[in-house]
């Protein structure tokens, strides 16, 4: 028996977008798109008629925003949402506040520019639009509450080949996240001291969006968090976050770790990728490094954790309950990397106490 399509609603006001979304999207096997609509009200009387497994939905629109359109769909009936933005300075402030309405992930609006940009585009919305398809989306409040505003690492890095360094007294944590992550590392960070050791994450994104989250975060959190720049260090009660679009490496001078911006290919289908930042920590922290899985689609990291164990590092993953979407965790988890799997709410402890 054929596999059931995954059928999506894009809901844009532009009709070039919908035209584009609906070429990317058609283009996958695996997806169909149901029905295209220029405002909210339009797409609610389609919904009415036959009810989709993903929206798209646009930020800025007539008659309704996408963001009250969509607290009212998953305060009345939730269906995985995921936003699709031009991402200016003004609309990443306004993607960070559908995040917390429930939509499942953001991407960017695709340019109509290269061949090489518009196929990296395809990938990614596609991966998104399975990965969403697969979200376990919860009901929210009506009233909602107050929040402050496949290739792989080899073509970044070599393998290593030497042994893990020494263990020091200083140790620095790695994180990698996806689909369902901009809410997980928020509660992650959030439960941190001021005075956690020196974190950096990889968290597929976009380009553009980063900075807003980071800053986002930052004024939630007792530690400082940023979007990363080249050589920046890592210390003690910092989390950088990767740029979108930028590969990030944990990088060593000394008794001082550092990171590294790097341009290249998509690496397990993502830039920033996961597996490079945990196949430099292999080679860079060794010992000294705790590596942190969390929810997203595919298997980006799993590859990368394992080499951070075989070095000498201790991993965690996210478990199945509380993720979005048991994907990366479960392969890092098969591929053996993983020493321990925790609830979203116990891996601050567990961070903390491997680092003590």
């Not at 399975?130 to 979200?135: D, G, L």
């Amino acid at each position: 028996m054929a596999k059931k399509k995954i059928k999506v609603l894009i809901v844009d006001d532009s009709a070039v977008v919908r035209q584009t979304l609906s070429d990317i999207l058609s283009s996958d096997p695996q997806i169909e798109v149901m029905s295209t609509a220029g405002d909210p009200f339009i797409a609610a009387d389609r919904i009415r008629h036959e009810v989709p497994d993903v929206i798209t939905l646009d930020v800025e629109m007539p008659r309704m925003d996408g963001i009250t359109f969509l607290h009212k769909i998953m305060s009345q009936h939730p269906i995985p949402v995921v936003m699709c933005s031009s991402l200016t300075e003004m609309g990443s402030e306004t993607a960070l506040k559908a995040l917390e309405y429930g939509a499942v992930e953001i991407i960017q609006k695709p340019r109509l520019g290269t061949k090489t940009f518009l196929e990296e585009s395809r990938v990614r919305i596609c991966d998104v639009v399975k990965a969403a398809s697969q979200a376990r989306v919860r009901k929210v409040s009506a009233t909602p509450h107050q929040v402050a505003p496949k290739l792989t690492a080899d073509v970044i890095m070599e393998k290593p080949k030497s042994q893990a360094m020494m263990q020091t007294t200083e140790k620095v944590v790695v994180v990698g996240a996806s689909t369902g992550g901009t809410e997980a590392l928020r509660i992650f960070l959030e439960s941190l001291p001021a005075d956690s050791p020196g974190i950096v994450i990889v968290q597929h994104m976009p380009e553009g969006f980063t900075r807003a989250f980071s800053q986002r975060l930052d004024g939630l959190c007792r530690i400082t968090v940023k979007e990363a720049e080249n050589n920046d260090t890592v210390v003690r009660g910092r989390a950088l976050i990767a740029a979108g679009n930028h590969h990030l490496l944990l990088k060593r001078s000394g008794a001082r770790y550092y990171v590294e911006i790097k341009d290249g290919p998509l690496v397990s289908r993502h830039r920033p990728s996961v597996d490079v930042l945990f196949r430099s920590a292999a080679r860079y922290a060794g010992k000294n490094a705790v590596g942190v899985i969390m929810t997203g689609m595919g298997d980006d990291g799993a590859h990368g954790m394992l080499e951070m164990k075989q070095a000498g590092a201790i991993n965690i993953a996210q478990d199945e309950a509380s993720c979005i979407v048991f994907g990366m965790p479960n392969e890092a988890i098969k591929l053996g990397g993983v020493d321990l799997v925790r609830p979203l709410d116990a891996i601050s402890r567990e961070v903390l106490r491997l680092c003590t």
